[in-house]
C-alpha cells in the first residue's frame, strides 16, 4: 500500500504511527484529506479493538490547576460519559485540535487519547471516535478536588464545548437547569450580562439560555476572549468571519379559520392546509457545517408554531388574530413566536393554496426588543381598546338609543 501523503509504500497497511511522522494526520484525517472510506485504509485488526486499562498509567499526585478547571468546564456541559470501564469526553474530527487542548491539561489526570474505529451495524460503514479516555475509577476524588477554581476559565470551556453563536447571540444549551440557574446569578451580578432562558432545551433537565441582547453576547465573549483564543477551533467559531446561506425549512399544518366582516366565502369557518417555509440566514459554522441544522429547525417550528396551530381554529388561538386570521397577520404571529429562537429568521412563507402565499420579513430581535410586540396584532387586546372618548354613546343610559339603532 502506498501511503498518499509521502508516495512510501507501507507495507500491508497503512497505520497511526507512519501518519504521525510522515504527515501528523491521524487516520480519519488522512481519509477525510484523500476523500476515501475508512473501510478501506484500515486493516480488520484496526477495527473494533477493546481499549486496554493497562495502557493507562496512574498519574502522580500533583495536579496542575487548568486541569481541574478544565475538567469543571466538560462536566458542567455534561461532556464526560461512562462507556465500559471508562470515561470519555468525545469531539467530532473537526474539533481535533480542540480536543488536543484539553488533553494538553488532562493528561495530568491520567487522561490518553484514543481514535478508535467501529463497524457500525446501524450505518453499514466504519465509524472513527476521537476521544480523552480515563478509567473511571481514577476520576471521581479529582471532580471534587475542582470545587472550587477560575469561574471565567470553566465558563470558557463550557461556552467553547457547547456554546453556539447564532446572527451575533450567543447560545448555550445548559443540559442541568441548576447550573443555567447559577451561571446567568453569577453573570447578572457580577458583569452585568443577561441570559434569557428558553424553553427549548434538547435535555431533558435543561434550559436553552441565550444571551438576551447581541450587546450581552458581545460582553460574554469579551469576558473570555482571552481564555477561548487559547483554544483552537473555539476561536474560529466565536471570533471568525465566514460567508452567509439562507437555510429553508418546509413545514405543513392544517387548521380552520374564518375572517370576521369579510364579504366573501372566507367569513365562513373552514379548513385548509398551510404550507410554511421558514427561511433562516447567517454564517456557516464552521464547526458544523451548518447555519442550523435542519433537525434543530423543524424541532424549533415545531414545537413554538405547529404545536399550537396545527388541528386549531386560528381564530381562536391569540387575540392577535381573532378578528382576521389572514395568512398576513399569521405570519407576523409566527414571526414573533420564532424570532426569539431563531434570531438569524429572515423571511417566512405561508401558501394557504398551491397559488397564493404570503412572504412577510419582520423585524430582527434586536428591533423586536427595542419596539416591542406588533401592533398589528394588539388591536383587540391592547388597553386602549374601550378607553375612546367616544364610548360614553355605549354607556348605561345610552342603552335605550342603541337598542333602537341595533
Ligand atoms: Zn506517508
Redo the contacts with the bound molecule.
Keep these: 500500500m502506498q501511503?498518499?501523503?509521502?508516495?512510501?509504500d507501507?507495507g500491508s497497511q497503512?497505520t497511526n504511527e507512519?501518519?504521525l511522522?510522515?504527515?501528523g494526520l491521524t487516520l480519519q484525517e488522512y481519509a477525510l484529506r484523500h476523500h476515501l472510506p475508512l473501510d478501506m485504509i484500515l486493516s480488520t485488526d484496526q477495527i473494533n479493538q477493546a481499549d486496554d486499562l493497562s495502557l493507562y498509567r496512574k498519574p502522580g499526585r500533583s495536579v496542575n490547576k487548568l486541569a481541574l478547571d478544565v475538567l469543571a468546564g466538560l462536566e458542567m456541559a455534561r461532556a464526560l460519559k461512562q462507556h465500559g470501564e471508562f470515561t470519555i469526553v468525545s469531539l467530532g474530527i473537526r474539533r481535533l485540535e480542540q480536543l488536543l487542548w484539553y488533553l494538553e491539561s488532562l493528561c495530568s489526570l491520567g487522561f490518553q487519547f484514543r481514535q478508535e474505529y467501529t463497524y457500525e451495524d446501524s450505518t453499514h460503514r466504519v465509524i472513527a471516535k476521537n476521544s480523552l479516555k480515563i478509567p473511571s475509577a481514577w476520576l471521581a476524588s479529582q471532580i471534587e478536588q475542582s470545587s472550587t477554581g477560575s469561574f471565567l476559565q470553566r465558563l470558557s470551556i463550557l461556552v467553547a464545548h457547547i456554546g453556539e453563536i447564532h446572527a451575533g447571540y450567543l447560545f448555550i444549551d445548559f443540559p442541568e437547569s441548576k447550573d443555567a440557574i447559577r451561571i446567568s446569578d453569577h453573570l447578572e451580578r457580577n458583569f452585568h450580562i443577561h441570559l434569557k432562558h428558553l424553553d427549548a432545551s434538547k435535555h431533558e433537565n435543561g434550559i436553552l439560555a441565550r444571551c438576551k441582547t447581541r450587546t450581552d453576547s458581545s460582553c460574554l465573549l469579551s469576558l473570555v476572549k482571552e481564555y477561548l483564543e487559547n483554544i483552537p477551533v473555539a476561536k474560529d467559531r466565536f471570533f471568525g468571519k465566514y460567508d452567509q446561506a439562507t437555510v429553508v425549512k418546509e413545514l405543513v399544518f392544517d387548521s380552520a379559520h374564518f375572517i370576521t366582516d369579510h364579504p366573501g366565502k372566507c367569513a365562513n369557518l373552514h379548513g385548509g392546509r398551510y404550507a410554511m417555509r421558514v427561511k433562516v440566514r447567517d454564517q456557516i459554522d464552521p464547526l458544523t457545517g451548518f447555519v442550523v441544522d435542519y433537525g434543530h429547525l423543524k424541532q424549533t417550528v415545531s414545537r413554538k408554531v405547529i404545536a399550537k396551530l396545527d388541528h386549531q381554529t386560528l381564530n381562536y388561538v391569540t387575540a392577535g388574530l381573532s378578528w382576521r386570521s389572514s395568512t398576513e397577520l399569521l405570519t407576523v404571529y409566527i414571526w414573533e413566536n420564532l424570532i426569539e429562537y431563531l434570531p438569524g429568521l429572515t423571511e417566512l412563507q405561508i401558501f394557504e393554496t398551491d397559488r397564493s402565499y404570503c412572504s412577510y420579513t419582520g423585524p430582527k430581535l434586536h428591533e423586536l426588543q427595542k419596539r416591542g410586540q406588533n401592533v398589528l396584532l394588539d388591536y383587540f387586546s391592547s388597553d386602549n381598546l374601550g378607553k375612546s372618548g367616544l364610548r360614553w354613546l355605549l354607556h348605561q343610559d345610552m342603552r335605550e338609543r342603541l337598542k333602537v339603532i341595533g
Design positions: 501511503c498518499l501523503d509521502c508516495r512510501k507501507v497503512l507512519h501518519l511522522a510522515c504527515s
